[in-house]
């Protein structure tokens, strides 16, 4: 199996344990060479269960990603992604959001 795919097949099983909402957990992987990036997104419900108390779980996560990169000579990253709003002008009345990642 792809060391990429089984990096990812493990991020899934580990926040299918942690997040309430299942149903709402997308990984989107990209993929560059030697190196590849997993782009968590997750309910924003869940996102304090992820991060975990001073952002251990989330570390934990992807320090055992690394390692399994590490094994196959390849880098792999691990980012969770949080919407968060945008902060508003006096001239804008529209209410959006803004997607950030976030990197501890």
């Known amino acids: 199996m792809n060391p990429i795919h089984q990096a990812e097949a493990f991020i899934k099983y580990s926040l299918e344990q942690i997040c309430t909402n299942t149903s709402a957990i997308t990984i989107d992987t990209r ?61 804008e009345e529209k209410s959006s959001t803004d997607s950030e990642f976030i990197a501890f």
């Open 31 to 91: 993929e560059d060479g030697d190196n590849a990036e997993f782009l968590l997104h997750v309910s924003e419900e869940d996102i304090p269960r992820v991060i975990g108390k001073s952002g251990r779980m989330i570390e934990a996560i992807r320090t055992l990603v690394r390692s399994m990169g590490a094994r196959h000579e390849t880098r792999f990253m691990v980012y969770l992604k949080e919407e968060t709003p945008k902060p508003q002008s006096k001239k």
